[in-house]
């Protein structure tokens, strides 16, 4: 397995990942997500993965068929009235293809971000789980991280 930057050759196996994903999130949310729907289309995507501020790693095998990715985006409030200038890393989205959790691919593309960020002078790196998803929630929990804060919400 190769962790890589994304190109426009992974964009069919990210829509791919991209749907298993808002699956999950429709399935735990039904009420926030529509079934089927995918985060970015193909124009959308192609930008993203020429800009550097918004950094999307991709896993493949050896015949560069993708594994996982992981979109980050770089976070820094530079002169913010109570906020610090330290540079952050938030992993906005890391999904391993479904038919291949559980061989270590999520803790591998996690592990590769986090060394991209201390190499890139970040402070620390953030994300955040839905709380329908409590294996995800699990998953980052075994690679060390801790909440920060808690999004809460009533439904009216």
């Known amino acids: 397995m190769e962790i890589r930057r994304a190109t426009a050759a992974d964009i069919e196996g990210i829509h791919k990942l991209l749907y298993q994903v808002n699956m999950v999130h429709h399935n735990g949310r039904p009420d926030l997500f529509k079934a089927g729907g995918r985060k970015y289309t193909d124009e959308q995507l192609k930008t993203l993965l020429l800009d550097d501020t918004r950094p999307v790693f991709a896993a493949v095998d050896e015949e560069g068929n993708l594994l996982g990715y992981a979109f980050c985006v770089f976070q820094q409030h530079l002169g913010d009235n109570i906020l610090t200038d ?70 009216l």
């Open 86 to 155: 330290i540079k952050t890393l938030y992993i906005d989205d890391l999904c391993v293809d479904e038919n291949l959790r559980g061989q270590h691919i999520g803790r591998s593309l996690y592990e590769y971000v986090v060394q991209f960020a201390k190499d890139s002078g970040c402070y620390n790196l953030t994300l955040n789980v839905w709380a329908c998803n409590e294996s995800a929630r699990k998953f980052y929990e075994s690679c060390g991280l801790k909440p920060q804060k808690y999004g809460m919400e009533t439904i």
